[in-house]
Structures are given as structure tokens and as C-alpha cells.
């Protein structure tokens, strides 16, 4: 029993120091041209609000809503505000907040 418990601890203790080395992702702000990722951007293998920003990086909303799957094809500019990670080449944003600039 003294050895599972030994175990556990050991296990848990190895956990923590794993969460404690992942860097916390920082929100940022990025300004861009909206339009369809996959149509306009040649991102990713379906429809979705992509941008592109002025240093030509282009970006996918992870979580875009009705109005801005149909605003995308606008070509309107956009900020977002949210935290961005990397998937298979493609940069992806799990935004906090978006707002569209006519």
C-alpha cells in the first residue's frame, strides 16, 4: 500500500512540473482583411473566417459566429482580441472578442 501511495504522489508531483513549464498563453490584438479561410486564404479543408494581416500572416477563427461565417466574404478589416496557437501549419485564433471595422 506505502508503495501505490509513493506512486501517486510521484505521479501527481510529475504532473504539476509538466503544467508549470507550459508557457500561460497571452492574449493578443490583431488587425487584418477578412475573408473565407479555405476559399479566399487556402486554409484548412473547410469554410471559416480567416484574416490576413498587414506582414501577410493569415490567421482562422476557432470560433466564429453565424454573422461573421456570413460577413466573411466582405472583405471589411477586423480586430481581434484572443490567443493564438499553431496546428498543423495553420495559425488559429480562440478570440475573446472581435469586432468588425468598416
Not at 490584438?29 to 469554410?47: F, P, V
Not at 471559416?48 to 470560433?63: H, M, S
Not at 454573422?67 to 472583405?75: H, K
Amino acid at each position: 500500500m506505502k508503495k501505490i501511495g509513493t506512486l501517486l504522489v510521484a505521479v501527481f508531483a510529475a504532473v504539476a512540473l509538466v503544467r508549470a513549464a507550459e508557457p500561460a498563453k497571452k492574449e493578443v490584438i490583431l488587425e487584418g482583411k477578412m475573408g473565407c479561410a479555405h476559399c479566399t486564404y487556402h486554409q484548412g479543408d473547410r469554410c471559416a473566417v480567416g484574416f490576413q494581416t498587414k506582414d501577410g500572416k493569415i490567421y482562422v477563427l476557432e470560433n466564429a459566429d453565424d454573422n461573421l461565417m456570413q460577413e466573411r466574404y466582405s472583405g471589411n478589416e477586423i480586430k481581434v482580441k484572443g490567443t493564438v496557437t499553431e496546428k498543423n501549419g495553420e495559425r488559429l485564433v480562440k478570440a475573446s472578442s472581435v469586432q468588425v471595422l468598416k
